[in-house]
Protein backbone atom coordinates (compact mmCIF):
# COMPACT_ATOMS: atom_id res chain seq x y z
CA UNK A 1 0.00 0.00 0.00
CA UNK A 2 1.55 3.78 -0.98
CA UNK A 3 1.82 5.78 1.97
CA UNK A 4 -0.17 8.82 2.28
CA UNK A 5 1.71 12.16 1.51
CA UNK A 6 -0.89 14.43 2.85
CA UNK A 7 0.67 16.51 5.60
CA UNK A 8 -1.05 15.97 9.03
CA UNK A 9 -4.22 17.87 9.34
CA UNK A 10 -3.81 20.72 11.99
CA UNK A 11 -6.31 23.88 13.02
CA UNK A 12 -4.37 27.36 13.64
CA UNK A 13 -6.21 27.97 17.10
CA UNK A 14 -5.23 30.61 18.81
CA UNK A 15 -3.39 30.20 21.75
CA UNK A 16 -5.76 29.70 24.96
CA UNK A 17 -5.97 31.57 28.04
CA UNK A 18 -3.61 29.26 29.63
CA UNK A 19 -0.46 29.25 27.07
CA UNK A 20 -0.82 32.90 26.00
CA UNK A 21 0.25 34.01 29.14
CA UNK A 22 2.95 31.87 29.51
CA UNK A 23 3.72 32.90 25.53
CA UNK A 24 3.73 36.46 26.49
CA UNK A 25 5.73 35.84 29.59
CA UNK A 26 8.78 34.26 27.27
CA UNK A 27 8.93 36.86 25.05
CA UNK A 28 9.08 39.66 27.99
CA UNK A 29 11.65 37.26 29.70
CA UNK A 30 9.99 37.40 33.31
CA UNK A 31 9.11 34.74 35.64
CA UNK A 32 6.45 31.94 34.91
CA UNK A 33 4.70 31.02 38.58
CA UNK A 34 2.48 28.31 37.32
CA UNK A 35 3.31 24.70 37.31
CA UNK A 36 4.49 23.41 34.06
CA UNK A 37 5.74 20.24 32.79
CA UNK A 38 8.65 19.94 29.78
CA UNK A 39 8.95 16.36 27.95
CA UNK A 40 11.65 15.83 26.16
CA UNK A 41 13.07 13.14 24.20
CA UNK A 42 16.39 13.20 24.88
CA UNK A 43 18.39 14.92 27.51
CA UNK A 44 20.07 17.78 25.69
CA UNK A 45 16.27 18.37 23.57
CA UNK A 46 15.62 21.16 26.53
CA UNK A 47 18.48 22.51 26.30
CA UNK A 48 18.11 23.00 21.99
CA UNK A 49 14.47 24.47 22.30
CA UNK A 50 14.55 25.86 25.54
CA UNK A 51 17.76 26.16 27.48
CA UNK A 52 17.96 29.99 27.99
CA UNK A 53 14.44 29.90 28.95
CA UNK A 54 14.60 27.19 31.57
CA UNK A 55 15.66 29.17 34.75
CA UNK A 56 12.41 31.39 34.22
CA UNK A 57 9.94 28.65 35.20
CA UNK A 58 9.58 28.46 38.95
CA UNK A 59 7.52 24.92 39.21
CA UNK A 60 9.19 23.09 36.49
CA UNK A 61 8.79 19.32 36.02
CA UNK A 62 11.89 18.15 33.18
CA UNK A 63 10.59 14.95 31.89
CA UNK A 64 12.77 12.62 29.67
CA UNK A 65 11.25 10.45 27.58
CA UNK A 66 14.53 8.37 27.12
CA UNK A 67 17.54 7.86 28.57
CA UNK A 68 19.51 8.92 25.17
CA UNK A 69 21.38 5.74 24.64
CA UNK A 70 20.66 3.64 21.78
CA UNK A 71 20.71 0.21 22.09
CA UNK A 72 22.54 -0.60 19.10
CA UNK A 73 25.76 0.87 20.99
CA UNK A 74 27.21 2.55 18.01
CA UNK A 75 26.74 5.72 19.66
CA UNK A 76 27.89 4.60 23.01
CA UNK A 77 31.22 3.19 20.86
CA UNK A 78 31.99 6.18 19.38
CA UNK A 79 31.70 8.28 22.30
CA UNK A 80 34.09 6.38 23.93
CA UNK A 81 31.50 3.83 26.26
CA UNK A 82 31.64 -0.43 26.02
CA UNK A 83 28.02 -0.42 26.81
CA UNK A 84 24.16 1.26 26.84
CA UNK A 85 24.60 1.62 30.65
CA UNK A 86 27.39 4.09 30.87
CA UNK A 87 26.80 6.20 27.77
CA UNK A 88 23.20 7.13 29.63
CA UNK A 89 25.04 7.81 32.57
CA UNK A 90 27.50 9.88 30.76
CA UNK A 91 24.41 11.97 29.47
CA UNK A 92 22.57 11.89 32.44
CA UNK A 93 25.80 13.32 34.16
CA UNK A 94 25.81 16.31 31.10
CA UNK A 95 22.40 17.58 31.91
CA UNK A 96 22.82 17.71 35.57
CA UNK A 97 25.61 20.34 34.37
CA UNK A 98 23.92 22.05 31.67
CA UNK A 99 20.88 22.60 33.97
CA UNK A 100 23.90 24.21 36.77
CA UNK A 101 25.07 26.45 33.96
CA UNK A 102 21.45 27.48 32.93
CA UNK A 103 20.66 28.11 36.33
CA UNK A 104 17.79 26.18 35.77
CA UNK A 105 16.52 23.96 39.14
CA UNK A 106 13.54 21.52 37.62
CA UNK A 107 12.37 18.61 39.07
CA UNK A 108 13.87 15.78 37.30
CA UNK A 109 12.18 12.13 36.23
CA UNK A 110 13.02 9.96 33.97
CA UNK A 111 10.89 7.37 31.79
CA UNK A 112 13.77 5.16 30.82
CA UNK A 113 13.09 4.19 27.36
CA UNK A 114 15.56 3.65 25.10
CA UNK A 115 16.92 6.26 22.59
CA UNK A 116 15.30 5.71 19.07
CA UNK A 117 12.94 3.35 21.01
CA UNK A 118 10.21 5.88 22.10
CA UNK A 119 8.05 4.54 19.09
CA UNK A 120 7.95 1.50 20.48
CA UNK A 121 5.76 2.19 23.58
CA UNK A 122 3.55 5.39 23.02
CA UNK A 123 0.41 4.15 25.13
CA UNK A 124 2.36 3.28 27.90
CA UNK A 125 4.80 6.55 28.04
CA UNK A 126 0.73 8.46 27.26
CA UNK A 127 -0.41 6.65 30.70
CA UNK A 128 2.86 7.16 32.39
CA UNK A 129 2.70 11.38 31.66
CA UNK A 130 -0.89 11.87 32.43
CA UNK A 131 -0.23 10.37 35.90
CA UNK A 132 3.09 12.15 36.35
CA UNK A 133 0.70 15.29 35.29
CA UNK A 134 -1.89 14.33 37.59
CA UNK A 135 0.55 14.01 40.71
CA UNK A 136 2.18 17.56 39.66
CA UNK A 137 -1.08 19.65 39.22
CA UNK A 138 0.22 20.43 35.95
CA UNK A 139 -0.89 23.27 34.25
CA UNK A 140 0.41 23.48 30.55
CA UNK A 141 3.02 21.48 28.53
CA UNK A 142 5.98 22.44 26.96
CA UNK A 143 7.39 19.48 23.94
CA UNK A 144 8.66 18.90 20.61
CA UNK A 145 6.64 19.59 17.60
CA UNK A 146 5.60 16.69 15.60
CA UNK A 147 8.12 17.48 12.33
CA UNK A 148 9.62 14.02 11.22
CA UNK A 149 12.92 15.19 12.90
CA UNK A 150 13.65 12.04 15.03
CA UNK A 151 10.63 9.47 15.69
CA UNK A 152 11.79 9.51 19.53
CA UNK A 153 10.40 13.57 18.95
CA UNK A 154 7.13 12.58 17.12
CA UNK A 155 6.84 9.69 19.96
CA UNK A 156 7.16 12.44 22.38
CA UNK A 157 4.81 14.83 20.98
CA UNK A 158 2.18 12.07 20.12
CA UNK A 159 2.82 10.67 24.12
CA UNK A 160 1.40 14.32 25.17
CA UNK A 161 -0.93 15.13 23.15
CA UNK A 162 -2.95 11.81 24.56
CA UNK A 163 -1.96 12.58 27.92
CA UNK A 164 -2.67 15.89 27.94
CA UNK A 165 -6.28 15.01 26.81
CA UNK A 166 -6.56 12.49 29.24
CA UNK A 167 -6.15 16.01 31.76
CA UNK A 168 -9.27 17.14 33.16
CA UNK A 169 -9.94 19.70 32.39
CA UNK A 170 -7.11 19.57 28.92
CA UNK A 171 -4.64 20.53 29.34
CA UNK A 172 -2.66 23.38 27.06
CA UNK A 173 0.61 22.63 25.44
CA UNK A 174 3.22 24.56 23.82
CA UNK A 175 5.78 23.96 21.65
CA UNK A 176 9.90 24.58 21.68
CA UNK A 177 11.27 24.95 18.20
CA UNK A 178 13.53 21.76 17.40
CA UNK A 179 14.60 20.83 13.86
CA UNK A 180 12.90 18.88 10.55
CA UNK A 181 14.38 18.20 7.07
CA UNK A 182 14.90 21.65 5.10
CA UNK A 183 13.25 20.24 2.40
CA UNK A 184 16.70 20.34 0.02
CA UNK A 185 18.37 17.63 2.23
CA UNK A 186 19.73 19.41 4.81
CA UNK A 187 18.37 20.10 8.55
CA UNK A 188 16.51 23.51 9.23
CA UNK A 189 16.86 24.25 13.19
CA UNK A 190 15.37 27.03 15.21
CA UNK A 191 11.83 27.35 13.51
CA UNK A 192 8.34 25.26 12.86
CA UNK A 193 7.08 24.06 9.79
CA UNK A 194 4.58 25.85 8.52
CA UNK A 195 1.63 24.06 9.84
CA UNK A 196 0.42 25.87 13.18
CA UNK A 197 -0.02 29.25 15.14
CA UNK A 198 2.08 32.43 14.31
CA UNK A 199 5.58 31.48 17.00
CA UNK A 200 6.56 33.52 19.26
CA UNK A 201 10.55 34.22 18.56
CA UNK A 202 12.76 35.30 21.55
CA UNK A 203 15.77 36.86 20.27
CA UNK A 204 18.51 36.46 23.35
CA UNK A 205 20.20 38.84 24.91
CA UNK A 206 24.17 38.51 24.55
CA UNK A 207 24.20 37.17 28.07
CA UNK A 208 21.53 34.52 27.65
CA UNK A 209 23.33 33.48 24.42
CA UNK A 210 26.84 32.97 26.27
CA UNK A 211 25.17 31.00 28.68
CA UNK A 212 23.09 29.24 26.35
CA UNK A 213 26.56 28.49 24.40
CA UNK A 214 28.10 27.16 27.80
CA UNK A 215 24.89 24.76 28.32
CA UNK A 216 25.41 22.95 25.13
CA UNK A 217 28.79 22.74 25.51
CA UNK A 218 28.52 20.79 28.65
CA UNK A 219 27.09 17.86 26.50
CA UNK A 220 30.60 16.18 25.34
CA UNK A 221 29.56 13.34 23.70
CA UNK A 222 26.87 15.38 21.47
CA UNK A 223 29.51 17.44 20.63
CA UNK A 224 29.07 16.52 16.62
CA UNK A 225 25.01 16.58 16.82
CA UNK A 226 24.68 19.81 18.44
CA UNK A 227 27.11 21.75 16.38
CA UNK A 228 23.92 22.73 14.08
CA UNK A 229 22.15 24.79 16.48
CA UNK A 230 22.59 28.38 16.92
CA UNK A 231 22.16 30.61 20.16
CA UNK A 232 21.10 33.64 18.78
CA UNK A 233 17.45 32.91 19.59
CA UNK A 234 14.24 30.53 21.00
CA UNK A 235 11.21 29.57 19.33
CA UNK A 236 7.70 29.22 21.21
CA UNK A 237 4.25 28.44 19.85
CA UNK A 238 0.71 27.28 21.01
CA UNK A 239 0.87 23.36 19.61
CA UNK A 240 -1.55 23.05 16.76
CA UNK A 241 -4.40 20.16 16.69
CA UNK A 242 -1.84 16.86 14.98
CA UNK A 243 -3.31 14.40 12.83
CA UNK A 244 -0.44 11.83 13.96
CA UNK A 245 -1.95 9.53 11.29
CA UNK A 246 -0.54 12.02 8.22
CA UNK A 247 2.96 12.57 7.60
CA UNK A 248 3.80 15.76 9.05
CA UNK A 249 5.16 17.21 5.70
CA UNK A 250 5.35 15.93 2.30
CA UNK A 251 8.43 14.32 0.77
CA UNK A 252 10.99 12.44 2.99
CA UNK A 253 11.54 12.93 6.92
CA UNK A 254 14.80 14.00 8.43
CA UNK A 255 14.99 11.06 10.34
CA UNK A 256 14.26 8.07 7.15
CA UNK A 257 17.58 9.52 6.09
CA UNK A 258 19.85 7.65 8.84
CA UNK A 259 19.48 3.58 10.05
CA UNK A 260 17.49 3.83 12.85
CA UNK A 261 15.01 1.35 11.86
CA UNK A 262 12.05 3.52 11.57
CA UNK A 263 9.86 4.89 8.44
CA UNK A 264 7.16 7.31 8.28
CA UNK A 265 4.73 4.61 7.57
CA UNK A 266 6.07 2.69 10.20
CA UNK A 267 5.74 5.28 12.79
CA UNK A 268 2.16 6.12 12.10
CA UNK A 269 1.10 3.00 12.05
CA UNK A 270 2.49 2.54 15.90
CA UNK A 271 0.94 5.52 16.65
CA UNK A 272 -2.42 4.37 15.23
CA UNK A 273 -2.23 1.26 17.28
Known sequence: MRPSRRPAATSRRAPDDVSAPILDALRRRRRVSGRVALVAAHPDDETIGAGASLHLFENLLLVHVTDG??????????????????????????????????????TLVELH????????CMAELSLALAALFSRHATQAVLTHPYE??????????????????????????????????????????????PN???????????????????????????????????????????APEYDFSQPPHPGALHYERYDWGMTGEAWRALAAA
Open 148 to 193: GGHPDHDATACAVHRAARRSSPALSIVEFASYHADGQGGIATGGFL
Open 196 to 238: GSAATAVALTPAEQAAKRRMLGCFATQRATLAPFGVAQEAFRA
Open 113 to 120: APDQGASA
Open 69 to 106: APRNLADARAAGFVDAQGYARARRAELLSALQAGRADP
